[in-house]
């Protein structure tokens, strides 16, 4: 259990959990911590109690922090041949690989700074069949505190943590619905 904190407390300094994020998931641990430390097989996936009643069809994005977020579109689009979906100008842009999903590109920090780190901020999954609902009312049953994150155009989404305390986002936003299959890419 030590190993677990001290994995938090690091995901924390280096700002890939909140500190309210920190705190829940303490008090997680702090409660599942006993339990877990005497079950018979430790190191066993255990099966969820029932089947989700949806499945997982796309990965629509991963989204990135970055330092500098002009150099990271340079390198997807030339060296991967990537296109650029939108573009603020100014801290963030989207990229699509073709049918495939995309990335999403975000400054951390100030261009230059020294304390300037990246990481992968969110993975997004979309799911058939989106009942917005359904969806919250099932990750709540599953303990998840799912975080709703509905941001226009018709795509609706909750946030919810792994079992390691990556941040995965769960959407509506499938193959048929991605931008690219529509014919949306902004230049």
Known sequence: ME???EKLLADFEDGRLTRRQLIRTLAVVAVAG???????TPTAVRAPASPV???????DHISYQVTEYRK????????????????TGTHQATLRMGDAG????????????????????HISFGIEPWDTEAVRAELERRGLDPRPDMAGDGFKSFHVLDPDGFDLQISNRTRGSA??????LRR
């Open 72 to 87: 990271s579109v340079e390198f997807y689009t030339s060296t991967l041949g990537w296109e650029v979906e939108s573009d």
């Open 3 to 5: 190993g677990v904190i």
């Open 102 to 121: 995309g990335i999403i590109i975000r400054n951390r920090y100030e261009p230059g700074a020294a304390s300037a780190r990246s990481f992968v901020d």
């Open 179 to 184: 931008p690219s299959a529509r014919g949306r």
């Open 53 to 59: 009643p949806w499945r997982t069809t796309w990965i």
């Open 34 to 40: 006993p339990a877990a430390a005497s079950a018979e």
